[in-house]
């Protein structure tokens, strides 16, 4: 069982940037499909942002693109999301999931990921 650990939420003003960071167990991090999912009060799970095992290929929600970037470490079993100019309707709880079936591509679908961590808040205020 893989587990994955978020850190790096918190408060902060619009405008303002927050790093995210999702710590993974095992020794099978380098194979997974990783991404960055959120969900804000009375919504549903929503897809952020996607890196394939590599790092070469990234996925983006249209309202994010320019702002986030996600990245990872294979060597640390870690991914990142940066979240730049940050604004209201991008308070959340984000989540990082993995995937660890053979997909060509990142899904941004829930039910495609079989690891979740417990998320980590973001808010930010305008």
């Known amino acids: 069982q893989v587990q994955l650990v978020e850190s790096g939420g918190g408060l902060v003003q619009a405008g303002g940037s927050l790093r995210l960071s999702c710590a993974a167990s095992?020794?099978?991090?380098?194979?997974?499909?990783m991404a960055w999912f959120r969900q804000a009060p009375g919504n549903e799970r929503e897809f952020v942002a996607g890196i394939m095992r590599s790092g070469g290929s990234t996925y983006y929600k249209d309202s994010v693109k320019g702002r986030f970037t996600i990245s990872r470490d294979n060597a640390k079993n870690t991914v990142y999301l940066q979240m730049n100019n940050l604004k209201a309707e991008d308070t959340a709880v984000y989540y990082c999931?993995?995937?660890?079936?053979?997909?060509?591509?990142?899904?941004?679908?829930?039910?495609?990921?079989?690891?979740w961590g417990q998320g980590t808040q973001v808010t930010v205020s305008s």
């Open positions: 999931a993995a995937d660890r079936h053979p997909s060509p591509n990142v899904a941004g679908t829930t039910a495609s990921y079989d690891y």
């Open positions: 095992g020794r099978m991090f380098g194979s997974y499909v």
